[in-house]
């Protein structure tokens, strides 16, 4: 025997990227009495009675010729296939449930496609990448040892013409017993100090610029070994 009228407010509801959706149906006395009634879901296949539920109380009391709104919420979990659904409400007396009912239309909700979230694609495995990464840093670790552990090249000796009274572009460090500045840019000047003196055995003009803005001349009780640089012109005065 039916009891109320079940009208759907849409019989086609799709759900949403959080796979929720809902249905509203109204649903009116159509006996001549009151009634007390409860309300269910008949699911189709595939379907399943976990994926929706009713709001509102289990129960509920309509007066002759009433009407109530039935809420049923609609939650299509992540392992829910994509697909049409389809299910039923079922309106029931509470006194006879089995006698007094009313079994509304077939109603659909939708599951849409949906973009997986939080799977991470796996690395794409290269390889021949260990090996190359591996030589790259024994190469790398064996260029920096080499770097650490070779020795410092010192300054190239300077190649001198013994016969020469005069060495350009030679330094002869050390050995300085006296120095002094020059009143003109001329290396011989200070070779004739030192020939002058007698202690000194070796002497070098610094070019102005480099140790002031005139020239210096070095003079040297002992003879240095000589040294390559554009600063200088520097000799030995055999005694």
Not at 16 to 37: C, E, K, Q, S
Not at 71 to 85: L, Q, S
Request: net charge neutral; with cysteine; glycine share 8%.
């Amino acid at each position: 025997m039916s009891i109320v009228s079940i009208t759907a407010v849409t019989n086609h509801v799709t759900c949403g990227a959080d796979g929720g959706a809902v249905h509203v149906f109204t649903i009116r006395n159509t006996t001549d009495r009151p009634l007390r009634v409860g309300a269910k879901t008949l699911m189709d296949a595939p379907a399943q009675a976990g994926w929706v539920q009713i709001d509102g109380p289990a129960e509920r009391d309509l007066g002759e010729s009433a009407a109530d709104q039935v809420t049923v919420r609609i939650h299509a979990g992540e392992d829910v296939p994509p697909g049409k659904y389809t299910y039923r409400l079922l309106i029931f007396s509470t006194r006879s449930p089995g006698e007094q009912f009313t079994e509304g239309e077939t109603v659909a909700f939708e599951v849409p496609q949906r973009e997986m979230t939080g799977v991470k694609t796996p690395p794409t495995r290269c390889s021949w990448c260990i090996p190359v990464a591996i030589v790259a840093g024994v190469l790398l670790l064996g260029g920096l040892g080499l770097w650490l552990f070779w020795p410092e090249a010192e300054d190239p000796p300077a190649v001198v013409n013994p016969g020469r009274s005069i060495e350009e572009n030679i330094d002869r460090r050390g050995q300085d017993f006296r120095q002094f500045e020059l009143s003109k840019t001329d290396p011989r000047l200070c070779q004739s100090a030192c020939v002058k003196e007698r202690r000194c055995v070796a002497w070098t003009y610094v070019n102005p610029g480099v140790q002031g803005p005139k020239p210096k001349c070095w003079l040297k009780h002992k003879v240095p070994e000589p040294r390559s640089d554009t600063c200088c012109v520097s000799g030995v005065v055999k005694r």
